[in-house]
Structure formats: structure tokens, C-alpha cells
């Protein structure tokens, strides 16, 4: 949990928390790999591996490390500016976290990221109210579901984000 402390009436951050940064069109999701290769939790908003909001990547880290990611990793990023405090812009916690829940929500188009997956291969739910769930990968007219079977002669199918499913 970051702490928080007064310096001066402005409040100051001490800890890791998101902040907003733009980076090369096209570039988005490499950067957000290679960011959490270096360690730093990042956020790339996208689905079917195609960037949702040109140029941008959230970094979470303190404000120092997410300086070293840019000045001495060479990470090609920029971050956004809170013209007010005139420090680097940070996203508040629940914010972010409720962006991403609403963006994970999406099963009109499967999710932030469409995984690879067979049909007919063993799966685990790996979100939303049938998390833990395991059965079988199955398509039909353009919908992913997860099919459970019970002692071999019955079955049971549900609609799943195949985003939310990893083979097992």
C-alpha cells in the first residue's frame, strides 16, 4: 500500500501508482511487453491484439523507477503532465482498476486478448462468475463457450469471453 504524507499542503505520493504515457503509434504493445519485462507492471488497453487508444501505455510504478523506464532503460515513452501540479499525471487506483474491469466486461469482442485455443482443448475460466470452471473449449456461429460434461452422457454450455479462457 502506497503511504501518503504531507509536504508543504500538497499531498505527495510515496509508492508505486499509474501513471499515463504516450508512446509510437503501432509501437503499444511491444512497449507494454517490454515494460513488464524490465519488471514494471504495465496496461495496454486492446482486444485481438490491436491497441484500443493510439500511443498510449499505463505504467504502474514510484515516479522514480517510472523515470529510469524512460531515461536510462530507453523505454520510448512520454508521460502525460498534470498541468496543475506540473509533475507527471497520475491515475488514481480505482479508477484504473474500474477501466479495465469495464474494458476485461467486454464479451461482445472477447475480451482485452483473444488467446490461442483448439477446439476441443481442456480450459479453465480464468474470470467472471464461472471463474474456476474447467471443461472444453467449443465454437458455435461465431460465440466461444465452455462445455462441462457429466459422467459422459451429459452436457452443459455456457458463453465465455475466449479472453477468459486458458488451456489447461
Same mark, same amino acid.
Given at each position: ?27 503499444? *504493445?511491444?512497449?507494454?511487453? $517490454?515494460?513488464?519485462?524490465?519488471? !514494471? ?7 485481438? /491484439? @490491436?491497441? =484500443? ?26 508521460? *502525460?503532465?498534470?498541468?496543475? $501540479?506540473?509533475?507527471?499525471?497520475? !491515475? ?7 477501466? /479495465? @474491469?469495464? =474494458? ?31 471443461? $472444453? ?32
Amino acid at each position: 500500500m502506497a503511504k501518503v504524507t504531507e509536504n508543504k499542503s500538497l499531498l505527495v505520493r510515496q509508492g508505486p501508482c499509474w501513471y499515463a504515457a504516450r508512446t509510437r503509434f503501432g509501437a503499444e *504493445l511491444a512497449v507494454g511487453e $517490454r515494460i513488464g519485462r524490465l519488471g !514494471v507492471e504495465s496496461f495496454v488497453p486492446a482486444e485481438r /491484439r @490491436r491497441a =484500443l487508444i493510439p500511443c498510449m501505455v499505463f505504467v504502474r510504478a514510484t515516479k522514480e523507477r517510472a523515470c529510469e523506464l524512460a531515461n536510462v532503460d530507453g523505454v520510448p515513452v512520454k508521460y *502525460l503532465i498534470d498541468p496543475a $501540479r506540473r509533475s507527471l499525471m497520475v !491515475v488514481p487506483d480505482k479508477q484504473m482498476e474500474d477501466f /479495465r @474491469r469495464v =474494458l476485461d466486461l467486454s464479451t461482445e469482442e472477447g475480451g482485452l486478448l483473444d488467446r490461442p485455443l483448439t477446439l476441443g482443448a481442456r480450459v479453465r475460466v480464468i474470470k467472471g462468475v464461472l471463474s474456476g470452471v474447467e471443461g $472444453r473449449v467449443l465454437e458455435l456461429r461465431g460465440r466461444t463457450y465452455v462445455v462441462v460434461e457429466l459422467f459422459g452422457s451429459w452436457f452443459a454450455k455456457a458463453s465465455v469471453p475466449r479472453a477468459w479462457l486458458e488451456a489447461i
